[in-house]
């Protein structure tokens, strides 16, 4: 399809990018490419955006544009995911230092666990996009807006954001840098700060949404928060 290839072209671009400097931030300070842990998590990741890409350009091609859109609208999203994106590229050099000098010892069986709960928090990350097709990547009330109620929706308000901590969580372990995580302890603070911005704003613009937060009590942690 024509219309497609615009889309297409500028995911792939995009996912090849963010690869790109990953694989530099993790190389350049093991001093090697020798370096297994990062082969496993730079395969692992770019596998996993290329079949969230082909899924969404098959199923929903508008979805995917809405998330190729970084540019936050509100002042306060634009300051915190500014630092968020400084932060984590920061935290990605870690693994590499890690590995030069072998601060971590990370066993087999964690790497093995950690790789298979960053593909289940993909996977939940496709599911929840499956279930709402106004999933944006930005804050924001789109034109037509439904409240989405079902599935993961069910269980806590936010399940876009679990997913999201599940990946980053198990990337130090998959990374084999026990380090990593420290820095990676951030999100969940971040997560916070992001959410409660946005639940303001789904108070105030989403039809439906008072209700709901009464219904599913839950934000990110389904028992905790």
């Known amino acids: 399809m024509p219309s497609l290839r615009p889309i297409l072209a500028q995911a792939v671009i995009k996912a090849l990018l963010s690869v790109l400097v990953l694989g530099v931030l993790i190389f350049l300070p093991a001093g090697t490419l020798q370096f297994f842990n990062g082969w496993l998590f730079l395969i692992t ?63 087999l069986w964690l790497v093995i666990l950690a790789e298979i709960i960053m593909i289940l928090g993909y996977a939940m990350f496709v599911e929840v996009m499956r279930e709402n097709s106004y999933a ?65 704003l789904l108070l105030k613009e989403l039809p439906g949404y008072e209700a709901y937060r009464d219904k599913v009590r839950y934000r990110l942690i389904p028992g905790l928060w």
């Open 45 to 107: 990741l770019y596998a996993l955006m290329s079949v969230t890409l082909i899924y969404l350009l098959r199923t929903n091609p508008d979805l995917l544009r809405k998330r190729l859109q970084l540019k936050e609208r509100q002042t306060q999203q634009k300051s915190l995911m500014k630092f968020t994106a400084i932060f984590f590229l920061l935290a990605y050099t870690l693994p590499g230092f890690d590995y030069r000098f072998g601060w971590s010892h990370v066993p």
């Open 136 to 200: 944006s990547r930005i804050i924001e009330i789109q034109e037509g807006q439904k409240l989405i109620e079902t599935g993961l929706y069910g269980i806590i308000r936010h399940p876009m954001y679990a997913a999201s901590l599940l990946i980053y969580l198990a990337s130090p372990f998959v990374l084999g840098s026990y380090y990593m995580a420290i820095p990676i302890l951030l999100l969940p603070m971040i997560l916070v700060i992001r959410i409660q911005n946005e639940e303001k």
